[in-house]
């Protein structure tokens, strides 16, 4: 079976195809092809409060090609969502309306809650140690998911208006932090060791960087000198030296920052890079929805 997922962030917009088949009498998700679109609506909504024309026609063209992926593909289902921009801009309804009307493409606008569920829906503390406590952390462009894992289920969870985006354009509300700050304090308490679980296209890229193969987590100290040597570059210099893409040269220094301030306030030493997504959680929900149907 193959499912289609859409994930219309604040930065860019993804579609993932995910295969799935029976290994063992187990579900392996293998993912055969990832488009990314920089559209970065957060751009347009973190300032005037609303997505441009601009960018609704370029957001409405890049789903027309998506919408025709998934007819090439003929896929088990399919499901889009948007997140932080989408539901804080003025004329978000009325876009995804004519979405619909244009693309017969349905896109479901969530909260910061389902993000926060649908990322957790990937899994991944089951390869994990099950005595552990994890703090899943998905930093996004312009929000970001808490989901505090412990004894075997879901503590608390807690979405903030925390994202790269924002942090670029200097539209972050202070507030936001100090609240991020005291959350974490509040709810991990007496909890010990915490790991943290990360997810998003930064914290990805910069597990690549770090060149770690062995092992599938940073230590809060490797995580700190990558930020530094981030620093150290200008946006220009990142893009031809680090031979990162444009979208990603000046997001990924607030996205470590991000990552690096939730560690050190919930005493954090290491965080685990499973790469995966709100796109591939959003495949999780669609197989499991399937075996329900059958």
């Keep these: 079976m193959v499912f289609a997922a859409i994930d219309i962030g604040s930065n860019a917009m993804r579609l993932l195809f995910c295969r799935v088949y029976i290994v063992d009498g187990k579900p392996h998700f293998s ?13 347009d909504v973190f300032t005037i409060g609303k997505i441009s024309e601009k960018k609704t026609e370029k957001l409405i063209t890049a789903l027309r090609g998506y919408t025709e992926l998934i007819k090439a593909y003929e896929v088990e289902s399919y499901r889009a ?8 801009a003025s004329n978000g309804m009325q876009i995804i309306a004519r979405i619909k009307t244009e693309l017969g493409l349905d896109v479901e606008i969530i909260d910061g809650k389902s993000e926060a569920a649908l990322v957790f829906s990937n899994h991944i503390e089951e390869l994990l140690n099950p005595r552990w406590a994890y703090l899943y952390i998905d930093v996004g462009g312009g929000s970001t998911e808490l989901t ?56 990805n890229k910069i597990f690549k960087m770090s060149g770690k193969k062995e092992t599938k987590h940073l230590s809060y100290d490797r995580l700190k000198g990558i930020y530094d040597m981030l620093c150290s570059y200008t946006y220009k210099e990142r893009i031809e030296r680090l ?21 050190k306030h919930a005493d954090i030493e290491k965080v685990y890079v499973p790469q995966v997504g709100l796109s591939d959680g959003l495949v999780h929900q669609m197989y499991e929805k399937s075996l329900i149907k059958k």
Aim: charge should be positive; glycine fraction near 6%; charged fraction near 30%.
């Design 31 to 43: 993912k055969e092809e990832l488009f990314r679109m920089p559209i970065r609506l957060g751009e």
């Design 81 to 88: 969502v948007a997140t932080s921009a989408m539901r804080e």
């Design 148 to 203: 505090l894992y412990f004894n075997n289920k879901v503590v608390a969870a807690k979405s903030f208006n925390i994202g790269t985006v924002r942090m670029l354009l200097d539209k972050l509300d202070k507030n936001e932090f100090e609240e991020m700050k005291i959350w974490l304090k509040r709810n991990t308490v007496g909890i010990h060791p915490l790991s943290a679980i990360g997810s998003g296209g930064n914290i």
């Design 243 to 263: 031979d990162l893409k444009p979208d990603r040269a000046d997001v990924i220094v607030p996205a470590a920052k991000i990552f690096l301030t939730i560690m």
